[in-house]
């Protein structure tokens, strides 16, 4: 049986596959990036949590992180509308179909990375804060 954590982390990889760019979990930066981009999903870091006490409940703002990258020579539109792509589909359901308390994505900080023989790209890590609570740490 998956972990709330793991259940969180594959519905939030669901929610981003349904975006016309390709949408990978823990994977390396492939050689070729598709020409609607390239997401991956990173878990990132559940941090520590505040508990309470009666009942017991670990409360977590897990930051898992977005890779998006996009290449060519309109890159900068195309990363706008990929990064818009990724906001509206988080809006569209912050709490993961009940998964979680609320979800939320950090701004970007775009950067442009030159490619030796090929056009550039531009990329970004996303955040993206999952709240939510669990009974114990380790489910």
């Known amino acids: ?80 509308t990929l990064t818009a792509s990724i906001g509206a589909a988080l809006a569209a359901d912050r709490t993961l179909g009940g998964l979680c308390d609320w979800v939320e994505a950090e701004a970007p900080r775009p950067v442009d990375l030159a490619v030796e023989g090929a056009a550039s790209l531009k990329a970004a890590v996303i955040p993206v804060v999952l709240h939510y609570t669990t009974a114990d740490p380790l489910t």
Do not use: C, K, N, W
């Open 1 to 80: 049986m998956p972990t709330s954590r793991e259940t969180i982390l594959t519905a939030l990889h669901a929610r981003i596959s349904v975006l016309p760019a390709t949408a990978l979990r823990g994977e390396v930066l492939p050689e070729r990036v598709p020409a609607a981009g390239l997401l991956i999903l990173r878990d990132g870091e559940p941090g520590a949590p505040d508990v309470t006490l009666s009942p017991l409940a670990y409360h977590y703002q897990h930051r898992a992180e977005i890779e998006a990258v996009v290449q060519g020579t309109d890159r900068d539109s195309s990363f706008d």
